[in-house]
T-cell receptor, first 116, second 112 residues
């Protein structure tokens, strides 16, 4: 069965610090997708990134970077030089691409607070 | 704007009542998902439809049901409502099964 664990419930850092959000997943499928979503205080869920299981290249987008490691079943998210606007709940998610029912399962989320 | 439209945005109703939440997916998306997010909780998967057919079920209560219509919009029906059903209900859509889903703004249901 698929499972996503975000062990960090809450993180609080001072603005401009770097912060890494951890995500560990479990799946029996060899082909799967991993995602990160952001939920700011306004409540909407914003898609950030998708990673395919066969593509272990790390990704950088501005101050955001993602480290995917199949060997440790992890898909971590780093924010460099954090800003107050980064304050949100961040969710990691997983779907099993070859399953006949490819539901997207979310971790419990990490609440990130950036202090000015 | 994700392109996914959910109505209504807010709903207040009494215990024992029945409500219907509506979702219009992004143009071209065939897959629709429903999630429940209770206060300070994560996203609980309820049900998924793909091109009109039920594809996957999560921990959806028997009092809840959903369907996806030929025009691909979806409705989530919640009946015999209890206080504990108060939550934010999200609809999401994706072009293919299991690929990234785009979420609507949610319907905040308050049962009093």
């Amino acid at each position: 069965a698929q499972k996503v664990t975000q062990a960090q419930t809450e993180i609080s850092v001072v603005e401009k610090e770097d912060v890494t959000l951890d995500c560990v997943y479990e799946t029996r499928d060899t082909t799967y997708y991993l995602f990160w979503y952001k939920q700011p205080p306004s409540g909407e869920l914003v898609f950030l990134i998708r990673r395919n299981s066969f593509d272990e290249q790390n990704e950088i987008s501005g101050r955001y970077s993602w480290n995917f490691q199949k060997s440790t079943s992890s898909f971590n998210f780093t924010i460099t030089a954090s800003q107050v606007v980064d304050s949100a709940v961040y969710f990691c998610a997983l779907s099993e691409a070859r399953s006949s029912a490819s539901k997207i399962i979310f971790g419990s989320g990490t609440r990130l607070s950036i202090r000015p | 704007d994700s392109g996914v439209t959910q109505t209504p945005k807010h709903l207040i109703t009494a215990t024992g009542q029945r409500v219907t939440l509506r979702c219009s997916p992004r143009s071209g998306d065939l897959s629709v998902y429903w999630y429940q997010q209770s206060l300070d909780q994560g996203l609980q998967f309820l049900i998924q439809y793909y091109n009109g057919e039920e594809r996957a079920k999560g921990n959806i209560l028997e009092r809840f049901s959903a369907q996806q219509f030929p025009d691909l919009h979806s409705e989530l029906n919640l009946s015999s409502l209890e206080l504990g059903d108060s939550a934010l209900y999200f609809c999401a859509s994706s072009v293919e099964d299991g690929t990234e889903a785009f979420f609507g703004q949610g319907t905040r249901l308050t049962v009093v």
